[in-house]
Structures are given as C-alpha cells and as structure tokens.
C-alpha cells in the first residue's frame, strides 16, 4: 500500500548518505531526514519566526 501523505522535494545521496527534504501534503510541514550508515534522524523545518516552514 502505497502512501502519499509525504512527497520528497529534495534528495542527495552519497555512498553512505542520504538527505531529503519531505513535505507533509495534509499541513504543509517540511522536514529534513538524514542518514548516515546505520545513524538517523529527523526534524522539523522552521523558519525565521519559529513557525513551521
């Protein structure tokens, strides 16, 4: 089953890196992902006044 609540607007990959920026298509809310071997995180883009971007 396929999801379409998060599109990827950006990616980069590297040997053992991979970036992206996602966008939720319910709120609007951009998130950056990261991968780095077997290490991962995300989190919430913000802009200027704190908000979500």
Do not use: C, H, I, W
């Not at 040997?15 to 966008?23: A, D, E, G, H």
């Not at 077997?38 to 971007?53: F, H, I, K, N, W």
């Amino acid at each position: 089953m396929e999801n379409d609540r998060f599109q990827v607007e950006l990616e980069e990959k590297s040997m053992s890196t991979l970036t992206q920026v996602l966008v939720d298509n319910e709120t609007g809310v951009r998130y950056l992902f990261r991968q780095v071997g077997a290490a991962s995180g995300m989190t919430l883009l913000v802009g200027e006044d704190g908000l979500p971007a």
